[in-house]
């Protein structure tokens, strides 16, 4: 008669775990889905007709200022945004990160030698993050009274630079560049995908906490 009790206790606990511990472990195996669900969704979506600006977003530059290919990808699908009519201007954002000089500066110089006139072009050469890129670039839009802009990053990047600019006030779209290699190479597409979804969850927490923040505690 002794084992009856320990087994009643465990009994006890198994159920706990059954009501709480597999709904808990389904929410945790579902973000992550969630999370990789809409960055391949707005990996698809084309931008819309016009906005106030083309924002390109920075990526590595190379020894000796080369623009790297991922880099140059951007530029290049921001330069026929551009050449389309589909914005004004364009925003070029991103600072300086292993080598010299700024992102910023090495897409000016690729936009100015694919066309571009000089005078279109802005420079945010300060930030070192998407959260950094998307906020500076806001202020710049927002002190001279622009709203939209089409944001222009690798596909698997798109989701959430977009969701941090509408954070930041931007009524922001998506304009995948669908010819970097960070996705027309299955190895790197994986690779950044699945980096991103880590990123993405990451935003998210933030978001879920400053809003607990600001309005619960």
Not at 34 to 63: K, Y
Not at 168 to 191: I, K, N, Q
Not at 197 to 214: H, K, N
């Amino acid at each position: 008669m002794t084992p009856v009790r320990p087994l009643r206790r465990l009994d006890g606990r198994a159920k706990g775990f059954v009501k709480v511990g597999i709904p808990l472990l389904i929410i945790v195996a579902a973000v992550p889905l969630v999370a990789l669900w809409n960055i391949l969704a707005f990996a698809r979506v084309d931008a819309p007709a016009q906005a106030d600006a083309i924002l390109i977003l920075g990526a590595a530059v190379w020894p000796g200022g080369r623009p790297s290919p991922i880099l140059l990808s951007r530029v290049q699908a921001g330069v026929a945004l551009y050449q389309q009519g589909r914005a004004p201007r364009i925003i070029v954002s991103g600072g300086v990160g292993g080598d010299t000089p700024s992102e910023a500066e090495v897409m000016r110089r690729v936009a100015v030698a694919m066309g571009v006139p000089s005078e279109v072009i802005l420079l945010e050469d300060e930030s070192r993050s998407t959260v950094a890129n998307i906020r500076n670039s806001a202020r710049i839009m927002e002190a001279h009274g622009w709203r939209s802009a089409l944001v222009v990053t690798d596909p698997y990047h798109v989701f959430r630079a977009c969701r941090i600019a509408a954070d930041a006030g931007l009524e922001a779209h998506p304009a995948p560049a669908w010819d970097s290699p960070g996705w027309t190479m299955p190895r790197l597409r994986v690779y950044y995908t699945a980096r991103e979804t880590a990123a993405v969850i990451a935003y998210e927490i933030f978001r879920v906490g400053r809003w607990l923040v600001e309005h619960v505690f």
